[in-house]
């Protein structure tokens, strides 16, 4: 009797780009997201999963309607996954260490002031050192900021208050004060300085919540005995200090903004600025960074610069 040849089982095998492609759509819960984030058609990402589902011999992908979650085998994968980029980003980053390589791209983010009026004529000052290396600078406030950092979004975010995030690296940067921005029409206009009391009765633009200048206006405010800023005349919430300035000039009302926000106004002779009485709202910038990740060496040239400015 002949014996049965036995049948070699097909060995699990991937390759490191359909990793990347399965882990953002693990990430991000959409297969359309997904494509817009590895650069491919929808369609593409969609056929890649399914040929490493064949490949692995399990469903790894749920789709629930629109949304999209990982099976226990998915689960088990994509951890795996994870570690497995992280390896192949640490091996790319030191061979490019060693070979001295200063071209490419690196992302930064910047909330509202420095991301509108100190990072991008910087930028422009490190690409003259720097001409082949690609600065791409997203603008948001500061959670937006620390959570694209910590995820892996940007290298380096600065932001304008301390980070509470235990796996956040920071460090102080730049100085700013918070004023009284009113436009030059207003009757405090020959007035220096105005108190806590008389500021909360004026219709107030505030920045909207999530900013570092809210933030920072409200922690000063509770420990002062003053008035607390829920007894505001807020009229309006606003997404950046380019738009609360527009509504002061427009008449809306009069808010606390960054002296940097409106230094240029003020040469113009557009807004006036105001202390406020017997409570200096000086802050710091800080440059952060996710302490889990490798830093790229671009990564470092963009730090160490920003930190000479400092200086």
Not at 130 to 144: A, M
Not at 170 to 177: A, I, V, Y
Not at 179 to 208: D, G, Q, Y
Not at 269 to 288: A, M, Q, S, T, V
């Amino acid at each position: 009797m002949t014996p049965k040849k036995k049948v070699r089982k097909p060995s699990i095998d991937f390759d490191l780009r359909q990793l990347e492609i399965f882990c953002k759509v693990v990430e991000l819960r959409s297969f359309s997201k997904a494509a817009k984030e590895v650069y491919l058609a929808q369609a593409s990402v969609s056929e890649r999963i399914a040929t490493l589902e064949q490949m692995v011999g399990a469903r790894l992908l749920d789709r629930l309607g629109r949304t999209v979650v990982p099976t226990a085998a998915g689960q088990r994968l994509y951890k795996h996954a994870v570690s497995l980029l992280e390896m192949k980003r640490k091996v790319c980053l030191e061979m490019e260490d060693f070979l001295g390589l200063k071209r490419g791209e690196i992302r930064i983010g910047g909330s509202t002031i420095p991301g509108e009026y100190i990072l991008p004529r910087l930028i422009g000052k490190f690409h003259q050192a720097y001409p082949g290396i690609s600065v791409t600078l997203f603008v948001g406030d500061t959670e937006q900021v620390e959570s694209k950092v910590a995820e892996g979004h940007l290298e380096i975010g600065v932001i304008g208050s301390k980070s509470s995030r235990p796996n956040m690296y920071q460090k102080e940067l730049w100085e700013d004060e918070l004023v009284v921005a009113i436009p030059t029409t207003h009757e405090w206009a020959k007035r220096k300085e105005v108190s806590v009391e008389e500021l909360s009765r004026e219709p107030f633009i505030a920045r909207e919540r999530g900013s570092g200048t809210l933030k920072m206006f409200q922690d000063h405010l509770k420990p002062s005995g003053k008035v607390g800023f829920d007894h505001f005349n807020v009229v309006a919430s606003l997404g950046s200090s380019t738009a609360v300035k527009e509504a002061i000039k427009s008449g809306l009302g009069i808010s606390v903004l960054s002296h940097r926000a409106i230094e240029t106004e003020v040469k113009a002779g557009i807004l006036k600025e105001l202390k406020i009485n017997d409570l200096p709202i000086r802050r710091k910038f800080y440059l952060i960074r996710d302490r889990r990740r490798a830093a790229s060496p671009l990564c470092r040239e963009l730090r160490d610069f920003l930190l000479q400015t400092a200086q």
